[in-house]
């Protein structure tokens, strides 16, 4: 049975070896697909896209959908928006999953050769609920090829009402 609750919720990644971070807070909806998985959506705040060629007056306001498809084993991530880019993340403990990112040409088109995929190799997944999920951490390499891009940590904080 699918239920639905809206949280307060507190979303950060960061990189363990070099300066990248970001942290959103939003009003989430929560989503039991069954017992022990649940959808997460929320829609991260409004940013300013200061692209080539637009003035302050030309700046367009870009809204993302985050999409967390959760369980304790499992964590896929989708984000998706008007904005130039958006992705996809596959995590699964102990397990190389595919990190890929869609490119929005010039034209606003979305194409095969607008794609660039990674792999990531999920160190550690942990997922607190009780009964609902309260706090879910992923920590995860990214890689191309042979090259190690970085090690980040990505935290779901959910608030109760």
């Not at 958006?86 to 990112?101: A, C, D, K, L, T």
């Not at 979305?110 to 706090?135: A, E, V």
Request: net charge negative; hydrophobic share 35%; charged share 20%.
């Amino acid at each position: 049975m699918l239920t639905e609750h809206r949280q307060p919720v507190c979303l950060s990644w960061m990189s363990l070896n070099s300066p990248l971070w970001s942290v959103v807070e939003a009003s989430a909806a929560l989503y039991e697909k069954e017992p022990g998985r649940y959808h997460v959506v929320l829609t991260e705040p409004l940013f300013m896209d200061y692209s080539e060629g637009k003035t302050s007056s030309d700046q367009a306001q870009q809204p993302h959908l985050l999409w967390l498809e959760i369980s304790p084993y499992r964590v896929i991530m989708t984000m998706q928006g008007n904005g130039s880019i958006s992705y996809r993340h596959f995590w699964e403990q102990g397990v190389y999953g595919i990190s890929r990112y869609w490119l929005r040409s010039q034209s606003g088109n979305l194409g095969m050769s607008d794609q660039m995929r990674l792999r990531n190799y999920t160190r550690h997944l942990k997922l607190i609920s009780d009964p609902q999920p309260r706090h879910l951490r992923v920590e995860y390499e990214l890689w191309t090829e042979n090259l190690q891009l970085g090690h980040y940590v990505l935290n779901l904080e959910m608030q109760s009402l």
